[in-house]
Each structure stands twice: as C-alpha cells, then as structure tokens.
C-alpha cells in the first residue's frame, strides 16, 4: 500500500495517523507541494483533482482524505472502536468528519494556509468565519461533553480535526477564547503521542512557513495567485 502524501498537508496527517493507529504498513510518498508536484499530468493519473493526499491499495486508488480514512477502518479494521459500527456513534463520527471538511477545515485552510502559500491577505471576514467555526465546535463539545470530538474514546473523527487546529498552533492563533478545544487539542497531544508526533512535524513546517513565506514563484497554479518574491 502506498499513500501520496504531503509533509505538512492537514489531509495528508490525518490519513497518516489513521495509518498509524490501525497498524497498518504502507510506503510513504513524499509529494512536494511547493514544487507543484502535484499539478503535473502524471498526478492527476492518481487524483483527476490533483490534490493530496491519494492511497495506492495493491492499484485500487482512492482520493478524499475522509473516504481514505473510512475506507482503511472498513478493510483492516472492521471491530475497531476508531471507527465505532453503532450508527448513532458512527453517525457522530461521520458528522465530526463532515464538520471538519465542509466548515471547520474549510475556513481554518482559507484563514491560516492560503495565505502563508499564496498572494492573499487575511481578512476580518476570514477571521470571522474562523471564529464562527471554532465556537461551532466548542459548542459540539460542550453539548457532547466527551474527552474526544465524538466520544469518550478516540474516533477518526478526532484525527482531521486535530490536524486542522494545529494550522492555528503554527501562526500562533491563541485557543484561549475557546477552552473546551483548548482542552481537547492538549488531552490528545498527551493521550497519543506517537500519534501527535507525525502532526507535530506537520505544525512545525507550517509555523516555519509562517515565519518564512515559501517561495513558489516557479509554480503555475491553476487557481491561486502566486507571491511575486524580490529576489
Ligand atoms: N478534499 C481533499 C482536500 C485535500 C487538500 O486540500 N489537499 C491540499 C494539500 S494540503 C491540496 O492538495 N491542494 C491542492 C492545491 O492547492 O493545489 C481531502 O480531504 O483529501
């Protein structure tokens, strides 16, 4: 099994986690967002949208982080709790993973990571969106009050989350306003540390691109406006 996988690409490092927890071997390939690695025709063999990350499973290929994840629980692990078969709980999985792609990701990646990649600017609007996002899911957390985002016991569903919130780490966005996620990001640092150690290399990437704005000029991006860099 391979997975193309990106080094600091929130996607990516929750599919690498899940990886991770369910045990199972795989080959990592490395594809380097900055070289555009992945705009290339070879790629979109892999993924027609040419994004990561995509798994190679012995030639069955699959896109979509959150499919990926499903998919990996549903082959090699169908009893395991990551990935619980009661519907009310596997339906409060799904959610968690469906909130996280469609609104919580969705505005942390437009806020945080399009502008550290990208000729944009952070705007109040995305600080607001962001801040919409972040109390949604204190007040998932509040109303479930669970040590994970949809139980007691850690879920994949925690896994994406987890790798969106630390984009906030990486540009120093302080969680004080929100303490029930404060709470929830510190327990699984703590409860997992073999699984917060392939995000951790992710976050501090990001916190180096915060600091030092890659440098893309080479690319040609079919959407987003490049950084003009004074060399
Ligand atoms: N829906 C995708 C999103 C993946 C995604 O956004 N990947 C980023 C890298 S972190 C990407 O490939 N972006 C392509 C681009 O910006 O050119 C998933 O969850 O798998």
């Not at 990350?53 to 994840?69: K, N, R, T």
């Not at 942390?108 to 705007?123: K, Q, S, V």
């Not at 919130?165 to 966005?173: G, K, N, Q, R």
């Amino acid at each position: 099994m391979k997975l193309y996988s990106v080094s600091d690409g929130p996607p990516s490092l929750a599919v690498r986690m899940t990886l991770k927890a369910l045990n199972i071997p795989f080959e990592l390939v490395d594809v380097i967002f900055n070289n555009g690695e992945h705009l290339t025709e070879e790629y979109a063999k892999l993924n027609p949208q040419k994004e990561i990350p995509v798994l190679d499973d012995d030639g069955f290929l699959l896109s979509e982080s959150i499919a990926i994840m499903q998919y990996l629980c549903d082959k090699y692990a169908p009893d395991s709790p990551l990935y619980p078969k009661d519907p009310k709980q596997r339906a409060l999985v799904n959610h968690r993973l469906c909130f996280n792609g469609m609104f919580y990701y969705a505005s942390i990646g437009a806020h945080c990571l399009a502008p550290m990649f990208f000729d944009y600017e952070r705007t109040p609007m995305g600080l607001k969106k962001l801040n919409i996002a972040l109390a949604t899911f204190e007040e998932y957390l509040k109303r479930l009050g669970t040590k994970y985002a949809a139980g007691d016991n850690l879920t994949i569903g925690d896994f994406p989350l987890m790798t969106a919130t630390l984009c906030l780490e990486a540009i120093d966005f302080s969680l004080d306003e929100y303490p029930l996620i404060k709470n929830w990001y510190e327990t699984f640092k703590n409860e997992n540390p073999d699984l917060w150690a392939i995000a951790e290399g992710g976050m501090k990437e990001l916190a180096h691109f915060e600091k030092n704005p890659p440098d893309l000029s080479a690319m040609t991006h079919p959407i987003h406006p490049i950084r003009k860099v004074n060399k």
